[in-house]
């Protein structure tokens, strides 16, 4: 009989969620940076092999929200967690933290589904550290989600634990979102490599026109900021910052759809957006207010 179900993958910011969604999968679906909090929506990938479809759930990084952004993406990975049928609780080895995956979320009980915990980044450690590791965490999995150390026995992990089921999607299927989210999410991502300190989280993406039926294909995109002054730094000298942007996210999105791309790029102030819960909807992000009970 054949094994199907969601795998939420959860933990703190930068633990490496994105990184190791992108491994299962095999494509880059998830955006990565060393700045947390770069994930604020659940990414979906899927992944068929033999008789096995593992639906994971890249989620936003648990942590203490401040404003509605924040909220919405706490909100947004506890409805991943109570979705799920595995979570992999994943943990930054470098960081040993030992924080149960109940306690990390703030949630009042363990969830409901089966949680492995895993340790990843055991690529930043040697030969006596793993040991250690290993010795402190009894019966905890040990992966490098960038070199891809471990990951068979964590999928081994995963599939004894799914439920039996039919494949939930077809298994040539690698995701269930759609080219204008991920081309709004690489704009976003090359944002993030490209500026400094905190106004990348100031910015958020929206593709407002995604025409596959012109030759290159069109894409219009919106990369809002907070504040004037944030417009001008994102703008640049002359427009230098904003094109350069363009033209590495543009390269991204060719890698994705498979052909050309004209990117039209834009930048408009949407003022105090992340505290501002119709905002945040436009965007698609779920106020915090719709998380299960």
């Known amino acids: 009989m054949p094994r199907a179900g969601i795998v939420t993958v959860a933990g703190k910011p930068n633990a490496g969620k994105s990184t190791l969604l992108n491994r299962i999968v095999g494509e880059k679906l998830s955006i990565v940076s060393p700045k947390p909090q770069s994930t604020r929506d659940r990414i979906v990938g899927i992944h068929s092999a033999g008789d096995t479809q593992m639906v994971l ?138 500026l400094e300190e905190e106004l990348p989280y100031s910015v958020a993406c929206q593709v407002e026109e995604f025409r596959e039926d012109r030759v290159p294909v069109y894409i219009r995109a919106v990369l809002y900021v907070e504040r004037e002054s944030q417009k001008r730094i994102l703008i640049g000298a002359g427009g230098a910052r904003v094109r350069s942007i363009g033209r590495a996210a543009r390269v991204k999105i060719e890698t994705l759809v498979g052909q050309a791309v004209y990117l039209d790029l834009w930048v408009k102030v949407l003022p105090n957006w992340r505290k501002n819960a119709v905002a945040l909807r436009r965007f698609g992000y779920r106020p915090s207010e719709e998380s299960p009970s």
Do not use: C, W
């Open 57 to 194: 759930l890249d989620t936003p990084g648990l942590l203490a929200p401040r404003y509605e952004l924040q909220r919405a993406m706490r909100a947004t990975a506890l409805r991943a967690l109570h979705e799920a049928d595995v979570v992999i609780h994943l943990v930054d080895a470098t960081d040993d933290d030992r924080t149960p995956l109940a306690e990390a979320a703030g949630l009042d009980q363990p969830p409901r589904a089966p949680v492995l915990a895993v340790y990843n980044k055991i690529d930043r450690l040697d030969a006596a550290a793993r040991a250690a590791l290993a010795e402190r965490h009894p019966g905890a999995l040990l992966v490098s989600a960038t070199s891809g150390e471990g990951v068979d026995a964590l999928l081994a992990a995963v599939r004894e634990r799914l439920p039996e089921s039919p494949f939930l999607y077809p298994d040539d299927e690698l995701s269930v979102q759609t080219l204008r989210f991920f081309a709004a999410e690489l704009v976003r991502e090359t944002a993030l490599e490209q």
